[in-house]
């Protein structure tokens, strides 16, 4: 599984130039997808900018989800929005946390 920040995610040691360096993202969505390569299902779990919480859509239902919901094994596509300059992110403690991909 792909452990993925939800807060100061830090691409910093992939850039090849400095220019963008110190820039941190909040994870906003991940889409889902359960089955294999021949078909299956996707759903999306999405903060919500008005309440500041995650929910799950699926088909036609929407349902509330703990801030864990999003960290999954079938998480496909992951959307991150880069924080604005000089803040330190919703963990409020300034240091960026990098992408395992191992």
């Given amino acids: 599984m ?3 920040p ?3 995610l830090s691409l910093d ?3 090849l130039s400095s ?3 110190d820039m941190r993202y909040d994870l906003k969505g991940v889409v889902n997808h359960y089955g294999g390569l021949g078909g299956g299902h996707y759903t999306a779990t999405c903060l919500s900018d008005t309440s500041n919480k995650w929910h799950v859509f699926d088909d036609s239902h ?3 989800a703990g801030p864990e919901k999003p960290v999954s094994p079938s998480a496909y596509v992951l959307f ?4 604005e300059q000089g803040t330190n992110g ?4 300034g240091t960026a946390e990098p992408m395992d991909v191992n």
């Fill in 2 to 4: 792909v452990k993925f």
């Fill in 6 to 8: 939800l807060h100061d």
């Fill in 13 to 15: 040691k992939y850039l």
């Fill in 19 to 21: 220019e963008h360096k």
């Fill in 62 to 64: 929407v349902s509330s």
């Fill in 80 to 83: 991150y929005v880069r924080q």
């Fill in 90 to 93: 919703a963990n409020g403690n």
